[in-house]
């Protein structure tokens, strides 16, 4: 079982704002990182150190923490965004990683 | 430009080992980690574990202690996962991807283009 738990889908209506969340007890230690996995392609990082884009992400993604949460909010969703997005961040021991177990994100 | 080549597709008996290789260019090899994760077949993400190109130094993940090695050269830097006694789970397509070394907020920001690896007999 994964020590970060995620909804398993999601779904938004375009142009419609969608919170896709990610809950763990590491998560009040450590921010959470944020990938976007599309079929046959290589995960991509969205976010990470909490709130901040690698060059290239559009921004209308962003990041949040709270307690034993973090959030990933895209604004504006658009047909590009329907994809499987999985959280990440150190277990609770701080010496390895854990993904949450994903949230399929439908755009309607 | 910044970027992580992996071997191609491998297929494999039960039983069997497999080596992935993962080969960086384009930045300092020895300034990040290299993780190892991947994707079973309808299944979702698995960090497998990382390894330190500079200090050689290693971590697993529980689930895969005793089955895993992460090995690396650095005259040509490259990172190795060699994993063991394969089964038919172990179906999946494997990722190494680059880590920031000693952050503790850790993120993997450069993937490999993965690699598949097929267990059947």
């Known amino acids: 079982s994964s020590e970060l738990t995620q909804d398993p889908a999601v779904s938004v209506a375009l142009g419609q704002t969608v919170r896709i969340t990610c809950q763990g007890d590491s998560l009040r230690s450590y921010y959470a990182s944020w990938y976007q996995l599309k079929p046959g392609q290589a995960p991509v990082l969205v976010i990470y150190d909490k709130n901040n884009r690698p060059s290239g992400i559009p921004d209308r993604f962003s990041g949040s923490s709270s307690g034993n949460t973090a959030s990933l909010t895209i604004t504006g969703a658009q047909a590009e965004d329907e994809a499987d997005y999985y959280c990440n961040s150190r277990d609770s021991s701080g010496n390895h990683l854990v993904f949450g177990g994903g949230t399929k994100l439908t755009v309607l | 430009q910044v970027q992580l080549v992996q071997s191609a597709a491998e297929v494999k008996k039960p039983g069997a080992s497999v080596k992935v290789s993962c080969k960086a260019s384009?930045?300092?090899?020895?300034?990040?980690?290299i993780n190892w994760v991947r994707q079973a077949t309808g299944q979702g993400l698995e960090w497998m574990g990382w390894?330190?190109?500079?200090?050689?130094?290693?971590g697993y993940a529980q689930n895969f202690q005793g089955r895993v090695t992460m090995t690396r050269d650095t005259s040509i830097s490259t990172v190795y996962m060699e994993l063991s006694s394969l089964r038919s789970e172990d179906t999946a397509v494997y990722y190494c991807?680059?880590?920031?070394?000693?952050?503790?907020?850790?993120?993997?920001?450069?993937w490999g283009q993965g690699t598949t690896v097929t267990v059947s007999s």
């Open positions: 384009g930045y300092t090899f020895t300034s990040y980690d």
């Open positions: 991807a680059r880590g920031p070394s000693g952050n503790d907020n850790y993120y993997m920001d450069v």
């Open positions: 390894t330190n190109p500079k200090s050689g130094s290693i």
